[in-house]
């Protein structure tokens, strides 16, 4: 059966009995015409966003890991998450929504970024974000190294003024310099403050553990305006505890979630560049995913993803679903808003 666009899943309403508030999106390739392991490469089989007018939310690829310390293969990482994320299914029974009904999510390519100057690469993937949002509301991102994290809060900060970043990681990745490099993927939410793009009192690391360079790390990292999750807390506190220090601290703020996979634990996700002991699992940071349904997320990236060390496919299985959970939670915020707001 040759693959036509007649194949997208056709698109219903959101939620039983509630109507879209735009035109029918459209949605991925239809699994009960077309297998799911095989059709389109993007994210979830989702059309091009070539292929749409304006896209709610644009999901694009930065194959870029020349800022990493220590294993590198996240360059990699958008075409092995987009590869796993044809498991994906439209509707979530948790959040009751089909986030490709509610929203018209499409896939944008992957930003080309200079693997040679990392300089060079910030300047590109800023410019390339800025071309994405020239044709979408909000970009979900697929990285690539956390140095993305930088280029990406400058584009949306032109957009949304300061923001409260909510950084799922091992890592506090605001580190000042590598052999006196400024720009790595262990530095771009210090850079970030520096540059006035952050809100500092809504601005959240969780999941943070393992050993630091020095006790003074966790001072730099206050200082910068930045509150701690430890992993830890999951067990003292519960993901409840947690979901309440989270959405507290987030209040109303225009929300950047940026996801390290390295959060989870490597038994739910070997293949990353900087593995830590003792991490989430994937059903704790899934449900903490959930809570952001309110939460005012205006994009939000998924990083570290090296599929070399990936056995089994395991690490890109849960990147996906991180994903799909985001846009998710995105579709579900959409219709909270009120009809005169519509959906953008």
């Not at 300089?119 to 993305?148: C, F, P, S, Y």
Request: proline residues 8%; charged residues 20%.
């Amino acid at each position: 059966m040759p693959l036509t666009t007649s194949h997208h899943e056709p698109t219903g309403p959101s939620r039983a009995g509630a109507p879209l508030s735009h035109v029918h999106p459209i949605g991925p390739v239809d699994a009960s015409q077309v297998p799911r392991y095989c059709g389109p490469s993007t994210f979830a089989r989702l059309p091009e966003i070539r292929d749409v007018e304006r896209a709610d939310i644009a999901v694009v690829g930065v194959p870029f890991d020349s800022g990493v310390s220590y294993r590198p293969g996240a360059r990699f990482g958008p075409g092995h998450i987009r590869a796993a994320s044809k498991l994906l299914r439209p509707y979530h029974p948790v959040l009751d929504i089909s986030p490709f009904a509610a929203l018209q999510v499409a896939d944008a390519g992957d930003i080309v970024a200079n693997p040679f100057d990392i300089a060079a690469a910030i300047t590109e993937i800023e410019r390339g974000a800025d071309e994405v949002l020239e044709r979408a509301d909000r970009v979900v991102t697929l990285g690539g190294d956390h140095t993305i994290a930088l280029p990406l809060l400058r584009s949306l900060h032109r957009r949304h003024g300061p923001i409260s970043v909510l950084h799922f990681d091992a890592h506090l990745d605001t580190w000042d310099t590598y052999f006196g490099a400024p720009y790595t993927h262990g530095t771009p939410f210090r850079r970030a403050s520096e540059e006035g793009l952050l809100d500092p009192e809504g601005c959240l690391h969780v999941g943070i553990r393992g050993p630091l360079y020095a006790a003074s790390n966790l001072l730099d990292d206050k200082a910068l305006g930045f509150s701690i999750v430890r992993a830890e807390d999951f067990d003292i506190d519960g993901p409840h505890g947690v979901i309440e220090r989270l959405r507290a601290r987030l209040a109303d703020r225009p929300v950047y979630v940026s996801i390290d996979i390295d959060v989870l634990d490597p038994a739910f996700a070997p293949g990353t560049g900087t593995p830590e002991a003792g991490g989430l699992t994937s059903r704790e940071l899934l449900r903490t995913l959930r809570s952001l349904v309110g939460c005012h997320v205006v994009g939000a990236d998924v990083v570290e993803v090296s599929p070399t060390y990936d056995h089994a496919e395991i690490t890109g299985i849960v990147a996906s679903h991180v994903v799909y959970e985001l846009l998710s939670v995105m579709g579900s915020n959409a219709e909270l808003q009120s009809p005169s707001e519509g959906t953008r």
